[in-house]
C-alpha cells in the first residue's frame, strides 16, 4: 500500500511543478521554452573539411580543337568536367570562318605527397597542351603531365609543391560499404573547394558504363567539374575518385561514380614510376557462361569464363589453351564470368605465370601461361554483342548450305572459314532464339566440324538419345568467334 502512496505523491509533486511552470490558475505569462543546445556530438564534416580542403585543387586545361573534325565545340560529357569555349560565334562557320578554336576546360584534383604529384581524370587533361592547377590559397602553378591511364580514366600531374604542402591519402585498406558516409570536394562549374556530402549508394554492378571496374556509386550532388576530385570517407582518407556521372540534363540527379580508392593508387603509383600501366595479357576472345552454354556443356552453373577463340601467337596459344575451355580460376581465385578475368588478367604484371585451372571436356586441368602485355587491345578480347543464345532442335525452323564462293562473296566470310552458312531463320523459332541469322556460320556442333546439316543434325539425335537439353555451336561472323547454346526443344 505504501508504495502506491509514493506514487500517488510522486504525481500530484509533479502536476504541481507543470502548475507553477505554466502559471497555474493565476494567468501568470508561462516562462519561453529555449530551443535546446546543439549536442556537442551533432554530425558535421567542418573539421574534416579544413583538414582535407587544402590538399585538393582545380584543375585547369587548355587545348586547340579542329572544328572540321567538331562542328560545335563540347559543352557536355557524360563525364562531368567543366568546358568553356572562348568563343561559339565561329563554332558552326566554314566558309572563312576559324578552323581552329581553343577550349578551355576545368576540372579537379588532388595531392598524394609532399613531392607534388596530383591525381585527377585522364579525361580532364587528355589533349591539353597547357595544364594549370588552382590551389585553395587562390594560387596559380604551372603543371605538367607525368603519365595518363584510359582505360581506368586517370592522370598523374606534377607541379612545383610548396614546402609546407598538404596532401592526402588514400583509404583502400577499407573499402566504403553501402550506406557509408561520404564527402566530395571539388570545383563544379569552378566554383573551387566546394563540399557536398552523401552516402555510398551502390557498389559495381550491372548496366553501369565502364565496368572494368566496380565503381563506387554515390548519392553526393556533384556537378561538370568534379572530375577528378576526391571522394572522403569521415576520416578524411579517399575512397574514390569521382568521374562520372548519370544525368539526363548534364546536372546532378544524385547518381555519381567515383574510381574506387585501390585501382586509384596502384595506377596511380605505375604513372608516377613509369609514366605508363603495363597490365597483363592472353590473349583470347571469351564469353559469360548462359544457363543455355552451361546446359550445352554439361555444368550445372553458370561460374567461369568460356574461351571462344584463341588468337594465334599469343600467351595463351603458347600455352595450349583451346577455345571450349572453360576458365574455373587463375592463381586461386575463382573466376565469376568474362569480366572478372578481365580484371584479374590486367591486375598481373606482364611476364607474370599464372596459374590457369580450366575445365575441358569436362575435367579439370591446370595450364601455366606467361602473361603478355596489354597493348591497345582488351586484357581479354571481349565478343562483339552476343545475340540470345538458345536452341536447335529437330524443327528448328533454321536453314544452312555448305559454303560455296557466292556465298563467301555474298557473306563476306573468309576464305579459311569452313562450316555450313546460316541462310534463313523462321521468325519465333528455336534457331532465331540461339541468335542465328543469315551469314553466321556454323563450325562445329559439339565439338565436331559443320559441314553439313546432316553434322548438325546428327549432333542434335546425339544429343538426345544422352540426354542433354541442348548442343554447343561454335560460330563465326566476321572474324569474331563465339559459342551458342542450343537447345533440343522450343522453350
Request: avoid cysteine; hydrophobic fraction near 40%.
Amino acid at each position: 500500500m505504501s508504495q502506491y502512496v509514493s506514487r500517488a505523491a510522486a504525481v500530484a509533486a509533479a502536476i504541481a511543478s507543470l502548475v507553477l511552470a505554466t502559471g497555474g490558475a493565476t494567468g501568470a505569462e508561462p516562462p519561453r521554452l529555449l530551443a535546446p543546445p546543439i549536442s556537442s556530438t551533432a554530425l558535421s564534416f567542418a573539421d574534416l573539411v579544413e583538414r582535407v580542403s587544402p590538399a585538393v585543387v582545380s584543375v585547369m586545361v587548355e587545348k586547340e580543337i579542329d572544328l572540321r573534325d567538331s562542328p560545335q565545340a563540347p559543352r557536355d560529357f557524360h563525364h562531368f568536367r567543366r568546358d568553356d569555349p572562348e568563343d561559339d560565334s565561329g563554332a558552326d562557320s566554314f566558309d572563312g570562318g576559324p578552323q581552329q578554336q581553343r577550349m578551355e576546360a576545368e576540372g579537379s584534383g588532388f595531392f598524394i605527397d609532399t613531392a607534388g604529384h596530383i591525381v585527377t581524370n585522364n579525361h580532364v587533361v587528355d589533349g591539353a597542351d597547357k595544364i594549370e592547377v588552382r590551389t585553395s590559397d587562390g594560387k596559380t602553378r604551372t603543371a605538367r603531365l607525368v603519365g595518363a591511364d584510359a582505360l581506368t580514366d586517370l592522370a598523374v600531374l606534377k607541379v612545383e609543391a610548396a614546402p609546407d604542402q598538404t596532401f592526402v591519402q588514400f583509404g583502400d585498406d577499407a573499402p566504403p560499404r553501402v550506406g557509408d558516409w561520404v564527402v566530395a570536394v571539388g570545383s563544379p562549374f569552378g566554383l573551387s573547394g566546394t563540399v557536398t556530402s552523401g552516402i555510398v549508394s551502390a557498389i559495381g554492378g550491372d548496366g553501369r558504363n565502364g565496368q572494368f571496374l566496380d565503381f563506387i556509386q554515390i548519392d553526393a550532388p556533384i556537378n561538370r567539374g568534379n572530375s577528378g576530385g576526391p571522394t572522403f570517407d569521415l576520416d578524411g582518407r579517399v575512397v574514390g575518385v569521382n568521374t562520372a556521372i548519370f544525368s539526363t540534363t548534364g546536372g546532378s540527379v544524385g547518381i555519381g561514380f567515383a574510381i574506387p580508392a585501390k585501382i586509384a593508387r596502384e595506377t596511380a603509383a605505375q604513372l608516377i614510376a613509369h609514366g605508363s600501366v603495363t597490365r597483363g595479357w592472353l590473349g583470347v576472345s571469351i564469353q559469360d557462361l548462359t544457363p543455355d552454354l552451361a546446359a550445352a556443356l554439361g555444368r550445372k552453373d553458370t561460374k567461369g569464363s568460356l574461351v571462344s577463340d584463341v588468337l594465334d601467337g599469343t600467351p595463351a596459344a603458347k600455352a595450349g589453351l583451346k577455345s571450349e575451355d572453360l576458365v574455373l580460376k587463375i592463381n586461386g581465385k575463382t573466376i565469376d564470368d568474362s569480366r572478372d578475368l578481365t580484371r584479374t588478367v590486367a591486375a598481373l604484371p606482364p611476364g607474370a605465370k599464372a596459374n590457369v585451372i580450366i575445365s575441358r571436356g569436362g575435367d579439370e586441368q591446370t595450364v601455366i601461361v606467361t602473361l603478355g602485355e596489354r597493348e591497345d587491345q582488351p586484357t581479354a578480347k571481349e565478343p562483339p554483342p552476343r545475340a540470345k543464345e538458345d536452341s536447335l532442335a529437330a524443327n528448328v525452323g533454321l536453314r544452312v548450305e555448305p559454303l560455296t564462293a557466292a556465298l563467301r562473296n555474298q557473306f563476306q566470310v573468309p576464305d579459311e572459314t569452313t562450316g555450313v552458312v546460316v541462310t534463313g531463320v523462321r521468325p519465333g523459332s528455336s534457331a532465331e532464339d540461339a541468335g542465328l541469322r543469315p551469314g553466321v556460320v556454323i563450325l562445329e556442333a559439339d565439338g565436331q566440324p559443320a559441314l553439313s546439316a546432316a553434322a548438325i543434325k546428327g549432333a542434335l539425335d546425339a544429343a538426345k538419345a544422352a540426354g542433354k537439353a541442348a548442343i554447343l555451336l561454335r560460330v563465326q561472323f566476321g572474324e569474331a568467334k563465339q559459342f551458342a547454346a542450343l537447345a533440343l526443344a522450343k522453350k
